[in-house]
């Protein structure tokens, strides 16, 4: 099955400053790959994601890189503020009979003032 | 008007008993999911429904039975509960297992 791994496991910046969160995946056919972020105590919420006949997708913020010759992405969050402090989660979507996201391990992101 | 919604959002109980959890979801999608969040954070897929119909059963012992009455709803029942089954249930629903709605989750606690 896909194996996604996904690091670092926790981030501390300084706010203002960038995050960079980055996963890699096993299975070379994946073609969609959706980031979440989890604030604390709540649900899971999709914030972005790329699709593998595109190479980059930005949303003011945030952007979404994929390298699919060397299966990994990656998420770049720019300007960070206190409100993005939350555990993010990277995703790829297996394809066959029965697709299904399979996640990442998850970062916490900390952004301290 | 609540995208996704499960009930209850807190469910504490004896080890051995059985509960449900309910889940509705209104935006007309075709695939509906059960996550388990452990304490760790993993966030693990344990059924998916497709228009009723199972689809993914990752390894989930017997004691967990889901039930989809029809599209839009997708029930989980878990018998025997044990302490390790401790943990936050998500569900989900999804147009073609793509852009996940999750609802807010069920925090099980088995004493």
């Known amino acids: 099955g896909e194996n996604v791994e996904q690091h670092p496991s926790t981030l501390s910046v300084q706010e203002g400053d960038s995050a960079v969160i980055k996963c890699t995946y096993s299975d070379s056919a994946s073609n969609y790959f959706p980031w979440y972020k989890q604030e604390l105590g709540k649900r899971p919420q999709l914030i972005i994601d790329?699709?593998?006949?595109?190479g980059e997708k930005k949303d003011q913020r945030i952007a979404v890189t994929l390298n699919k010759t060397a299966k990994h992405f990656s998420l770049h969050i720019t300007e960070t503020q206190p409100e993005d402090s939350a555990v993010y989660f990277c995703a790829v979507l297996n394809t066959g009979t029965a697709s299904k996201l399979t996640f990442g391990t998850g970062t916490r992101l900390q952004v301290t003032l | 008007d609540t995208a996704v919604s499960q009930t209850p959002k807190y469910l504490v109980t004896q080890m051995g008993n059985d509960k449900s959890i309910k889940c509705e979801q209104n935006l007309g999608h075709d695939t509906m999911y059960w996550y388990k969040q452990d304490s760790k954070k993993f966030l693990k897929i344990m059924f998916s429904?497709?228009?009723?119909?199972?689809?993914i059963n990752e390894t989930v012992p017997n004691r967990f039975s889901p039930k989809s009455p029809d599209k839009a709803h997708l029930n989980l029942h878990i018998n025997s509960l044990e302490l390790g089954d401790s943990a936050v249930y998500f569900c989900?629903?999804?147009?073609?297992?793509?852009?996940?709605?999750f609802g807010s989750g069920t925090q099980l606690s088995v004493l």
């Open positions: 429904y497709n228009n009723k119909e199972l689809i």
């Open positions: 989900a629903s999804s147009q073609q297992q793509e852009k996940l709605f």
């Open positions: 790329i699709r593998s006949n595109v």
